[in-house]
């Protein structure tokens, strides 16, 4: 019989690892943020987004997203934030905008790092996107619900 801390090793995914690789340190992480960043706010539909929610020195807010990049990349723990409570109150923000946001971001990485590295960039993107995404915009519909209303 198979102990249950030994099964759920089993059935748990393997922690992400830090990215290691010459060149991917909080210095060209930045430089993603800021590019990334720059590119967002001249995009039609998400600059004003963002204008309407950073108004002024933008400055702080790529700090913080430097953090989060460097926690998800480099596993650094810089980033103390809450990403989805932040983007609950977005509310003209759209699941579509979401394929806007992946588009900017795979083509600044793909622009400023190697292709495989840039694929871990995009994948983890992708997996934060669909999260955000989940939390976001995800409803229970009527089947989901018993005869008693309740899920």
Known sequence: MISKPALLDRVRPAAEQ???????????????????YSRVRKDERLGPIFAREIAGDWEPHLEK??????????????????PVPAHLKLKDVTEADFGIWLA????????????EIAAVFVERAER???????????????AARDVSGKV
Do not use: N
């Open 18 to 36: 830090p990215l290691a690789r010459p060149g991917v340190d909080r210095a060209s992480i930045g430089v993603l943020v800021r590019e990334f």
């Open 128 to 142: 934060i996107a669909t999260s955000l995404k989940l939390a976001m915009f995800f409803h229970l519909g009527p």
């Open 104 to 115: 900017l971001f795979g083509e600044t990485a793909s622009r400023l790092f190697a292709p």
């Open 65 to 82: 997203m430097t953090d989060f990049w460097c926690s998800v990349i480099l596993k650094s723990g810089d980033y103390h934030g809450r």
